[in-house]
């Protein structure tokens, strides 16, 4: 690991720096085609119209982010299906395992999955090469079509108490998944993880820096429980 | 009708003429929104990811059309859920009566529904006034994401030639459902049908104009049936 007083950044030269960035871009591919997918299985759930166009704009806006990420693949030289295949597992059990069991849940799902994915894509944007950043900052200045769902949850617990009791612990469900998926992706892929916490040549986070990392996405995730009106 | 010496085209002020091109852009915003929807249900039922993308970039398209009509209808000042929701009947009856059995009966429905609308797109916008018209043809220019689909249906064809035989009476279906539900909705709406046809104080098709008008839309499907590989 890099030194403080030698923070020179990694370049895409370096190979085991590029597979690590090409297994970054193919997760965050797979995660967004998949988020692109579950909205638009979540809007049929919709209560009307206006809703379902909602959810749609999202969906939409991730397989915008996905054309990005694959697009940069291509540039790289590499067939972006090749390289994203590998976490289709990852985010089916996911998926699998936090499906909605009805519209306020999708909603749920749909906000604190947007907002936990641009909180990571921040974290990791300043371990990356100017490129690969530039990219992932990119990547998430489209999203922020949820805050609709704000209103629609908030007026669901008004007209019921019991809904926020029942969507608080959804939201915790959501985010233990989460974070267990992301670890077994982390400790299943070392030259991924050597992007995160550093590798002999180029700096990276510490382990107390990782640990710290999950505390801002925790805090992240409890602010934005918050907005909803639910308890993280 | 207008007289052939006198083709004033109509203005929106015309309260006829506006209540038709609401009732055109409701009909037109609600296809594209339930076109988007039907293609993230068949996207599916593809065979992998590359195919599941290519679906997913049509559907994407149609939500970029949907966008247009309904900022249209917002700039116009009205609702654009209310302008669409009396045409939902229309397209649901339609996919209903035309849900496809399989991933390759999906692509035909996708290539031949998506150049159907761009053609029936171009067939209206000349009766349309400048500022619709521009509306109309620059939604309809956002599309041709279709043509993976040559490949798939002709490769399909080569491996077994009984789906050939199998997807042209597919193809003959579609087009029959779509002519059906096309003259159920003209007939129910007299200021739309006033659009095409032309009212007292504007120049329209006549009834012989709109025959043609038909049979352009018939011989273009049987060209596309034709690239697909199938008889039409």
Redesign the interface.
């Known amino acids: 690991m890099a030194s403080l007083d030698d923070p020179t950044p990694s370049t895409i030269d370096d190979p085991v720096y590029r597979t690590g960035v090409l297994e970054l871009l193919g997760l965050l591919a797979y995660g967004e085609?998949s988020a692109?997918?579950r909205l638009?299985?979540d809007?049929?759930m919709a209560p009307?119209?206006?809703n379902?166009?909602e959810i749609?704009?999202m969906?939409?806006a991730e397989?915008?982010h996905?054309?990005k990420l694959?697009d940069h693949l291509v540039a790289m030289g590499e067939d972006p299906?090749e390289v994203?295949?590998p976490f289709?597992a990852t985010f089916e059990r996911f998926h699998r395992q936090t499906r909605p069991s009805d519209w306020l849940e999708g909603l749920v799902k749909a906000y604190v999955g947007d907002g936990l994915a641009a909180d990571f894509y921040r974290e990791i944007a300043a371990y990356l090469d100017a490129d690969t950043r530039e990219l992932v900052l990119d990547t998430l200045s489209g999203t922020g079509h949820s805050d609709f769902v704000i209103d629609a949850i908030r007026g669901a617990i008004d007209d019921d108490h019991r809904v926020g009791g029942r969507l608080a612990l959804w939201g915790r469900r959501l985010m233990g998944e989460a974070l267990s998926q992301a670890q077994m992706v982390v400790a299943e892929r070392d030259a991924l993880s050597t992007v995160l916490v550093g590798g002999v040549d180029h700096p990276g986070m510490d382990l107390a820096g990782i640990g710290r990392m999950f505390t801002r996405l925790t805090e992240a995730h409890a602010a934005r429980m918050d907005k909803l009106g639910l308890a993280a």
Do not use: P, S
């Open positions: 085609i692109c997918e638009a299985e809007a049929k009307d119209l206006r379902k166009v749609a704009a969906a939409t397989f915008g996905f054309e694959r299906f994203m295949l289709a």
